[in-house]
């Protein structure tokens, strides 16, 4: 959390349980989101061009999540992504690498899109409650905007390469973790009543991945993001708030 990053405009999201507010308040739309993926891997791409580096990458990871659906992550091959991408073996290699470059690829990218839409939105004059609700509110749009990118590493993970695992098990601690730190301020604060800091942060971790992990579900019975968050976060809050 940052101690001195700036007060956010009015018009721009302070924590409200509003997706259209969060959608246009970070660099969370489809052009930015491919753009920020080309930038943070931009060293390990061949082609120079922007423009046609942003759209290649676009095609491949697309390609990806529509093979994986159909076969899984392990039994799709270059050739098939080659296939379904239309562009040539050494086409894909230039922009890629390798098929386990790539799965580390979208494994790195989504701790840096987190960073970029809720951690420069977490500030040290917030109080614990907001905190909580930047996390929590923050993670389910997130995951709204990029289902598909967080079902990949939720459930290809065991597929995965040693190094990519602990990569996949590194950003799972590290958002616990942010959960443990504002429980412990909230308990020493006394806003929040004393639990089991690490067994409430999985508590509250298993809720938020619920949501992309069982998202066919939610929508078929019409559930929005933000009716979903202010039904989880009356779970929470008897769990942790302190009565007044």
Not at 48 to 72: D, R, S
Not at 109 to 138: A, N, W
Not at 226 to 233: C, M, N, T, V, W
Request: proline share 2%; with cysteine.
């Amino acid at each position: 959390m940052k101690e001195s990053t700036p007060r956010p405009s009015e018009n721009s999201w302070q924590g409200e349980n509003n997706f259209a507010l969060f959608k246009s308040s970070v660099p969370i739309s489809d052009e930015q989101i491919w753009i920020a993926f080309y930038h943070l891997h931009k060293s390990k791409v061949q082609v120079q061009k922007e423009k046609v580096a942003v759209e290649k990458l676009k095609k491949i990871v697309l390609a990806t999540f529509k093979l994986v659906n159909e076969k899984g992550f392990t039994l799709m091959s270059l050739r098939d992504l080659s296939r379904e991408t239309e562009m040539s073996m050494g086409s894909l290699y230039a922009y890629i690498g390798s098929k386990g470059q790539l799965a580390e690829m979208i494994h790195q990218f989504l701790p840096h899109i987190f960073d970029l839409c809720i951690l420069d939105h977490l500030t040290e004059s917030d109080s614990v409650e907001l905190q909580m609700k930047k996390l929590i509110r923050g993670h389910i749009f997130i995951t709204e905007c990029l289902q598909a990118w967080f079902f990949f590493a939720y459930m290809e993970t065991k597929h995965l390469s040693e190094s990519t695992k602990q990569l996949a098990k590194n950003n799972e601690v590290r958002s616990e973790t942010w959960f443990k730190q504002i429980l412990k301020s909230g308990q020493a604060s006394g806003n929040f009543i004393k639990t089991d800091r690490f067994l409430t942060a999985m508590s509250i971790k298993s809720l938020l991945q619920n949501w992309y992990v069982k998202r066919g579900k939610y929508r078929q019975a019409n559930v929005t993001c933000e009716a979903y968050i202010e039904f989880i976060e009356q779970m929470i809050n008897r769990l942790i708030r302190a009565k007044a």
